[in-house]
């Protein structure tokens, strides 16, 4: 079968490699779609931990083609999600409910072979049903919105909370969706990119910013911006030093800021402690997906998120390598690779 292979830092081909086995707990599944995240592009680059050589992709959804001996509940024929991230249940964070925060977290399509592929095996507990009517394309956004969804449940949006949104990617323009579903009577998004502004008000926020051309901080929290003081709920979702740094800045006394977005590992950024302890801000990280990829699967099932107009394009297996490997088009939001239309 075919596969996309980080075969060492900076080097990732496709490859044809001996089609995966379901091991006794284990599903087969045909990849349908499997969406390309910025996280790919680190992992190609050396900034974010993986095991090479490693099939990448870990955002994916396909139909069961077997299932092993002793799985119950799936069955060949079943379209499925996998959550891609693997705890062991032993460490002392999984038994604390910190499934996330395992000593020993092995994920899909970062330590073990993904679903850039025709195929990938997974262990049964990391599949989750979709209805059979659903759009595969949909399915493949199930990974993404899970983590989003762990990065809200953090944040504590309350109705009729304000709320900033930094970065508009494909995590932000979730994010914008999450926050107007929690609640927020105000939803600031900030991004240089002109698409994403006016997708990101036709998704639910109330303003969007252009931080190339004005002062992000002054615009939104400055004394005659759209939150004087600032606002109850940060979520930086871009990962790049500029939106790291404002974020505190952005957030009024007492809030709230989320880091989301993923910066390359090893990077450093400046905050003024002083600051964070006088006005008693919340700093948190959010890493990842704990206990939240079924929410996010009926989630998009129930068609509550918008999930079409994410969908920058959709390429080849044959493709996907050269999609990874450069940076994304202009507002472009999200690349599915589909195995199917190659």
Do not use: W
């Not at 930094?166 to 323009?173: A, P, R």
């Not at 002109?194 to 639910?204: H, I, K, M, P, T």
């Not at 007492?254 to 989301?260: A, D, F, K, M």
């Amino acid at each position: 079968m075919r596969a996309v292979r980080l075969e060492a830092v900076g080097s990732i081909a496709l490859r044809e490699v001996d089609k995966p086995v379901a091991g006794p707990q284990d599903v087969l599944v045909r990849i349908e779609a499997c969406g390309v995240c910025g996280t790919d592009r680190h992992l190609l680059h050396g900034e974010f931990p993986s095991s090479p050589p490693v099939t990448l992709g870990h955002e994916f959804c396909g139909i069961v083609e077997a299932v092993g001996e002793a799985v119950s509940g799936i069955a060949v024929g079943d379209r499925v999600t996998g959550d891609p991230n693997i705890s062991c249940g032993r460490c002392s964070h999984c038994r604390a409910g910190r499934v996330n925060l395992c000593s020993n977290l092995r994920a899909i399509g970062i330590h073990r072979d993904g679903g850039f592929a025709d195929y990938v095996v997974m262990p049964q507990s990391q599949a989750f049903l979709l209805p059979a009517n659903l759009k595969p394309t949909h399915g493949a956004f199930c990974e993404p919105l899970a983590c989003c969804l762990h990065a809200v449940d953090l944040a504590g949006i309350r109705p009729g909370a304000s709320v900033v949104v930094l970065g508009g990617g494909v995590i932000g323009l979730l994010v914008v969706q999450l926050a107007k579903l929690a609640g927020a009577a105000t939803i600031v998004l900030s991004t240089r990119q002109a698409s994403r502004r006016a997708l990101a008000e036709g998704l639910g926020a109330t303003a969007t910013v252009d931080p190339s051309s004005v002062d992000a901080i002054d615009a939104i929290a400055g004394p005659v911006g759209l939150v004087p003081g600032g606002v109850d709920v940060v979520l930086e979702c871009a990962g790049v030093l500029d939106t790291v740094e404002q974020s505190t800045q952005l957030a009024k006394s007492g809030g709230t800021v989320v880091i989301v977005g993923v910066m390359p590992q090893g990077e450093k950024v400046a905050f003024e402690p002083f600051d964070v302890l006088f006005r008693e801000l919340k700093v948190l990280g959010s890493f990842i997906n704990p206990f939240t990829h079924r929410r996010a699967a009926d989630l998009i099932a129930s068609g509550a998120i918008e999930v079409d107009r994410l969908i920058s394009r959709q390429v080849t297996l044959e493709e996907a390598a050269a999609v990874i490997a450069n940076p994304g088009a202009p507002g472009e939001v999200k690349v599915l690779v589909v195995p199917g239309i190659g």
